[in-house]
Each structure stands twice: as C-alpha cells, then as structure tokens.
C-alpha cells in the first residue's frame, strides 16, 4: 500500500507535516480530516529506485517501468482536448491536483501523459501550475502559460481556460480550412505525376523499340520525349543513375534545404518576405498571419496579461518574421507611452482597416474586442481567399495537365503518321 506525505493545517491554524498510508489519495485525504486537519498538500511518497529497478516513473518513462519514446510535441487537437477538460473540472470546484490527476490518468501513453504526470507532483510540491508548464514547452508554450499565470493571479482560472480552449480551437479550424482546400489539388496534382512518369518510364520505351525496328527518322519533339524517357530509366549511358530516382527525390530535398535556410535568421526573414510577396498565395498567407496575431494579442490582452507582455508573446508565436518585426517596433512604441496603431501603420504589413479599428480601439478603451473582431472578419477573408484560390488551380491543372498529354500523343503518333505516309 502507498505511503502518503501530507502537509496540513490544526484547528489552530498551525502547519502539520507527516506520512499517512492508505490506498489512494483520497482515502489519505479523508483520513487526514479524520484527525482533525485540514490537508493543504497530499502526495505519493516516491519509492527510491535500487539496481533492480522499480519505483514511480518519471515524465519519459512509462509507469510500468518501461520507457516511452516521445517525439515532437502534443498535438494541437489533445491539448485543446485537455484544456476544455481541465476548465470544466475547476468551473465544478475540483482542486487542481485532483483534476490533474483525473486528467492524466484518462491520458493515453505518449507526451502529454508524461508532461502531466511531472505538472501534478511539481504542483503538488508547492509550484504555482504556470510555473509547472513552463517546465515543459513541447506541451506548453509561453502563450499558454501567461494565460494560465493571468488566470491564477486573478483567481479566474476556469474562465482563462476556457478562452484558451476557444483560441485554440479557432486557431486550429483556420489551419484545418487551409489544409482541407489545399488537399485536393495536391492529390491530383500528385496522381497526375505519377501517372505521367509512369507513361515516361513503362510505355514510351515500348514505342522507341518500334521505332527502332522501322529504322526512320524520328521528329525533334519525340526525341526530346526519348530523350527525356532515356534519362528517367538511367538508359542514356552506361553506369548513370536512373533519372526518376532525382524527380523523386528533389522534393525531399527541396524541402530540407528550405528548412535549412530558415535556420538562419537572414534566411528566415528573406522567405517570409517572399512569400508575402508571392501572387494569390501572399495574399492568403497575410490574412492567415493578421488573424492568427490579432486573435492571439486580442486573447492575452482579455485574460489580463500585460500589453507589453503580450505584445512579445504574439510577436513570437506569429510564425512570420515580418510581422515579428512589426510587433517588435509595436512593443518599443508602446513601452515609450505612444501608439499601439501607428508603428504598424508606418510598417505597412496590414491593411488600413486593420489599423484603423485598433487606432479606435485603443481610443475607446476595447482594444481586446477589437483585435478578436478583426481576426474573426479576417478568419472569414480566409475562406473567401482559400476558395478562390482553389477555383484558380483547376483550371490552371487542366490546362497544364491537358499539355503534357497532349504533348506525349502528339510526339509518339508523329512518326507513326509518317510511317503511315511512306507504306502507302
């Protein structure tokens, strides 16, 4: 049976400390009051670990003694999940430790498990639980723990929790809006590469062996097409690679040296600035970016976080340094007692609209209402950009699409005519 270290309080007020046993924590809580105390802090007393192993498992290690490999970080869905949750239990007036608990044993292995494990004893041992989060910031970031720390300073923190759960779960409905519009054309675009490298690879070899056969000249476009199937199957010189394995292979490769360049502070800033820039795709990653920060310093600002503060907060979670930039300058103004609204202005980074409603705003004394009304009118421009963004792709994918084949009929049937022409 596990051993129970409790701090308590007397009828006199006076702090009591000692060990209890019993079969879970509120059989020791209850056996505590039984004696006339008020239990302040009850946790399992830790079993030192010998050779043999043994003893409760630590964040990384599964409670059954074995480990748990966590990569990455929690998701975005289970973390709201448990957010949600966590405001329910303490809008029902269940201590933290307690719905800690609850929580982390409905968990399913993996980090959020073993995160929550760690928060509730370092809670348990007296850390505030903004400060137990902050531990672990592959599950809670600095914009979730300065909430959580607003919401314990001002004794609100099931209505914080709850705004939490709502910020994220529009967060992530945006990001799901773009995913989901982008997916289709993606898969065809896919399907159809596949197919036409399939031809390429398989079929055009068979038509070059019958052209081979009848021993004529071939027009530039079919052996440009030849040309191009020899060096995807690796058959234009002897010892060179196949040429399919680099097509498929530069996507990869593409995507690891832009991640490489963004490593770099000056890669960064360079490709978030071009993708601004780009056509169609820079208008739609501007919106996204103005109702991500909007909805995120409109969200601090309401759950009592300082605006100097959140300020920083948004800049570092906006995701384009750009806009990091503009915040940064936002940040200096307001920390010198001037404008909120008029370095963004000067930076040009959103629309006049944008800094004209924060200008009223800031003016009226709503400047959280306004930036969470900016972010909804922009979650909506969103949906209107994804739309016709996606209404642009297909027609440019037919007609794309219709060349390459058009081009491979034309370039195999060509000498085909002109066998045609020389028999008859």
């Known amino acids: 049976m596990p051993t129970f270290q409790y701090e308590a309080l007397d009828d006199g007020g006076k702090p009591q400390k000692g060990t209890i046993t019993a079969a879970t924590s509120d059989e020791a809580i209850a056996r505590i009051r039984s004696q006339g105390y008020f239990p302040t802090s009850v946790r399992e007393q830790k079993v030192k670990k010998s050779k043999g192993g043994g003893g409760r498992a630590k964040a990384g290690k599964k409670k059954g003694g074995g480990i748990s490999i966590n990569i990455g970080g929690v998701s975005v869905k289970a973390l709201t999940t448990f957010t949600r949750q966590l405001s329910t239990l303490q809008d029902a007036g269940l201590p933290i430790l307690r719905s800690l608990q609850i929580l982390e044993q409905q968990q399913k292995p993996g980090l959020l498990k073993d995160t929550l494990d760690s928060v509730h004893e370092d809670v348990a041992s007296g850390a505030t639980l903004s400060d137990a989060m902050g531990k672990y910031p592959k599950a809670f970031n600095k914009l979730y723990t300065k909430m959580i720390a607003a919401g314990e300073v001002g004794g609100v923190l099931d209505l914080i929790l709850q705004r939490l759960a709502e910020f994220m779960e529009k967060a992530a409905k945006l990001k799901r809006r773009i995913i989901g519009a982008l997916i289709y054309p993606a898969v065809v675009i896919t399907v159809a590469a596949v197919i036409v490298l399939g031809i390429m690879y398989f079929i055009v070899p068979k038509f070059e062996e019958i052209f081979d056969d009848f021993d004529t000249d071939m027009p530039p476009l079919t052996l440009f097409l030849i040309g191009f199937s020899k060096f995807l199957g690796g058959r234009q010189y002897d010892g060179q690679l196949p040429g399919i394995l680099w097509v498929l292979l530069s996507p990869i490769a593409i995507f690891m040296l832009f991640k490489l360049i963004r490593k770099s502070h000056a890669g960064k800033a360079a490709t978030d600035w071009t993708l601004l820039k780009l056509p169609v795709v820079g208008s739609l990653a501007a919106k996204a970016t103005i109702a991500k920060f909007t909805r995120t310093l409109g969200t601090l600002i309401t759950a009592g976080v300082p605006i100097l503060d959140a300020i920083t907060i948004t800049g570092e979670t906006t995701g384009n340094h750009v806009y990091e930039t503009a915040l940064r300058k936002v940040h200096d103004s307001v920390r010198q007692g ?26 009226t004394g709503d400047l959280d209402k306004m930036l969470l009304k900016i972010a909804d009118n922009f979650d909506e421009e969103v949906d209107v ?40």
Not at 342 to 350: D, I, Y
Request: charged fraction near 15%; glycine fraction near 8%; charge should be negative.
């Open 385 to 424: 950009a994804v739309g016709s963004l996606v209404s642009l792709l297909e027609p440019i994918m037919i007609v794309v699409l219709g060349g390459i084949v058009g081009f491979i009929v034309v370039a195999l049937f060509l000498p085909l005519v002109k066998l045609m022409q020389a028999v008859m």
């Open 338 to 363: 001037e404008s909120f609204a008029e370095p963004l202005r000067q930076a040009k980074v959103t629309d006049t609209i944008v800094v004209n409603m924060i200008d009223v705003g800031e003016e």
